[in-house]
T-cell receptor, first 112, second 112 residues
């Protein structure tokens, strides 16, 4: 079963706009990670945020985590056509990173 | 770092046949993971190896599925007596302790 649920399921924006995706999860976590998947390819790790962190930045990416609401958001600023992909949140329940539980993903389309 | 390699990229077989997939992880990674991904969903964890030891198995891994990592390097995933429901993308990932999981591009299995 899937732990996380991303919202929205699909998002279409113009190049240069910001894209925000949300993830909700059900149980307590050690950390939450975001991955990107281009069509027909494997997943690429984007960013990890630990349960004791509230916000993290990496380049054009900004991730927030609210453990009281069991939710996270991924913001991509100044989007590019190359950002078109599916984005997944994944939770590490144990902290051992032995097993990640993924959400169902948000399909982002950035129109040129 | 040549990345995680999976072979074959695509496999088409008839129901009831056995199939075997191979994963070559990043050479210095001692952790190896198998996931299954169906269309429109996030990956679901199947099993985890640390070196040659299979330490975790999901309930999704029925007795028709077997995974090995005989020398702690490459891994194989075999599905016996394939069923229609086995059609999916099978993803392999590897990591070092404390590092993010690096994914291969997967093997897409189609059952006729």
């Amino acid at each position: 079963s899937q732990q996380g649920e991303e919202d929205p399921q699909a998002l279409s924006i113009q190049e240069g706009e910001n894209a925000t995706m949300n993830c909700s999860y059900k149980t307590s976590i050690n950390n939450l990670q975001w991955y990107r998947q281009n069509s027909g390819r494997g997943l690429v790790h984007l960013i990890l945020i630990r349960s004791n962190e509230r916000e993290k930045h990496s380049g054009r990416l900004r991730v927030t985590l609210d453990t009281s609401k069991k939710s996270s958001s991924l913001l991509i600023t100044a989007s590019r056509a190359a950002d078109t992909a599916s984005y997944f949140c994944a939770t590490d329940l144990s902290g051992s990173a032995r097993q990640l539980t993924f959400g169902s993903g948000t399909q982002l389309t950035v129109l040129p | 770092d040549t990345g995680v390699s999976q072979d074959p990229r695509h496999k088409i077989t008839k129901r009831g046949q056995n199939v075997t997939f191979r994963c070559d992880p990043i050479s210095e990674h001692n952790r190896l993971y198998w996931y299954r991904q169906t269309l429109g969903q996030g990956p679901e964890f199947l099993t985890y190896f640390q070196n040659e030891a299979q330490l975790e198995k999901s309930r999704l891994l029925s007795d028709r599925f077997s995974a090995e990592r005989p020398k702690g390097s490459f891994s194989t995933l075999e599905i016996q007596r394939t069923e229609q429901g086995d059609s999916a993308m099978y993803l392999c990932a590897s990591s070092s302790p404390g590092s993010a999981q690096h994914f291969g591009d997967g093997t897409r299995l189609s059952i006729l």
